[in-house]
């Protein structure tokens, strides 16, 4: 169990990353402009049959717990102007009533892969995901024309190369902080920091948040990487 009342904080010059739980810490940090999270997914991993072994990650997502599903109160509308938050197809019910309940306007969108496993047993090929934007007053989708579209096309991340099964491209993260609104950016959720390199990446500040170990040390490398990027970035 961690220890919540102290928890481990790395301090970047446009980050803050705490080994934390994010229940406990979330609603101590005050107001941030946007949460943009991809939390914990609610879905059923038993099964897959034969199809088991190419989906490859599914036993790591399962001893994880990455398939238990979010506490939706942790998007508390009245600490933030918008949220984006990542999630499966059978939580868009749940979650869509919620966030309409909490802000003004909320969109569905969708990462769609370039490269989706070939397979589909009883199902869909996966070659989608789909992550809500919702926001209150002043905090509405930001870019320009061709950057607001709901979709955005991208080859699956690199989950392999993090040991972290979930892993966001670029791209995608990307194309989601170019449409939010404000400086402060925080992600409860943020597993290997993919969040965080894209929006240190854009002049944004990163509040993140993730109790497993391994993937916060990820992070804090990862963050590190995209400072010194942006400090040798062109003007
Ligand atoms: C779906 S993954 C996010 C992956 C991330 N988008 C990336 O690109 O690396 C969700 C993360 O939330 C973390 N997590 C789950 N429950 C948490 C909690 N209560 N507090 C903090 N982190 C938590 C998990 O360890 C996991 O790394």
């Given at each position: 169990m961690l220890d919540v009342t102290t928890p481990t904080v790395v301090t970047m010059e446009h980050a803050t990353l705490y080994l934390a739980d994010a229940y406990a810490l979330l609603p101590r940090l005050g107001w941030v402009d946007a949460i943009v999270t991809d939390p914990p997914y609610e879905f059923n991993t038993s099964g897959g049959g034969s199809f088991r072994e190419q989906r490859g990650h599914t036993d790591q997502i399962a001893e994880e717990g990455l398939d238990q599903g979010f506490d939706h109160?942790?998007?508390?509308s009245l600490l933030c102007g918008s949220v984006v938050v990542f999630c499966h197809n059978d939580q868009v019910p749940a979650l869509s009533a919620y966030l309409q309940g909490s802000f003004s306007r909320s969109v569905l969108c969708m990462w769609i892969k370039a490269n989706p496993m070939p397979m589909a047993n009883k199902h869909y090929v996966a070659d989608a995901e789909i992550y809500f934007h919702a926001w209150n007053r002043d905090h509405h989708p930001q870019g320009s024309l061709a950057e607001k579209k709901r979709h955005v096309r991208s080859q699956v991340g690199r989950g392999g190369k993090y040991g972290h099964a979930t892993v966001k491209p670029d791209t995608v993260m990307d194309k989601i902080i170019t449409n939010v609104a404000g400086k402060v950016i925080c992600d409860p959720f943020m597993g290997t920091g993919s969040t965080g390199v894209a929006a240190v990446k854009a002049g944004r500040t990163f509040i993140g948040i993730e109790h497993n170990p391994k993937h916060f040390a990820t992070a804090v490398e990862r963050l590190r990487l995209a400072h010194e990027q942006r400090v040798h970035a062109p003007p």
């Open positions: 109160s942790i998007i508390n």
